[in-house]
Nanobody
Framework: QVQLVESGGGLVQAGDSLRLSCAAS????????MGWFRQAPGKEREFLTT????????YYVDSVKGRFTISRDNAKNTVYLQMNSLKPEDTAVYYC?????????????????WGQGTQVTVSS
């Protein structure tokens, strides 16, 4: 079955960096658009960024644009989220997801498979 496993979360201080990884199995990874989302306590899961199957197209929400970078390695079936200049408001559980299409998509309903999430906590 399809599995998406996130890793790389942790406790950091404001201004620090983290790189999250999401390893995929059970699907033809190179044909799926991928995305990263996050959910803070008491809030809805929010979309952050997406990347097309080739990596040639990406999109970011304004709150992370210029600080976060999504990338993928199709040979390793892995998508990454490099997070720089972290802020306390970035504290959340971070999820990767695989879309039912190869294009980058900002539509939450397009995502078919989800990981279990990894906690990121940013202290001030």
């Amino acid at each position: 079955q399809v599995q998406l496993v996130e890793s790389g979360g942790g406790l950091v201080q404001a201004g620090d960096s983290l790189r999250l990884s999401c390893a995929a199995s059970g699907l033809t990874f190179s044909t799926y658009g991928m995305g990263w989302f996050r959910q803070a306590p008491g809030k809805e899961r929010e979309f952050l960024t997406t990347i097309s199957w080739s990596g040639g197209s990406t999109y970011y929400v304004d709150s992370v644009k210029g600080r976060f970078t999504i990338s993928r390695d199709n040979a390793k079936n892995t998508v990454y989220l490099q997070m720089n200049s972290l802020k306390p408001e970035d504290t959340a559980v971070y999820y990767c997801a695989a879309a039912g299409r190869g294009t980058a998509t900002i539509i939450k309903g397009d995502y078919r498979y989800w990981g279990q999430g990894t906690q990121v906590t940013v202290s001030s």
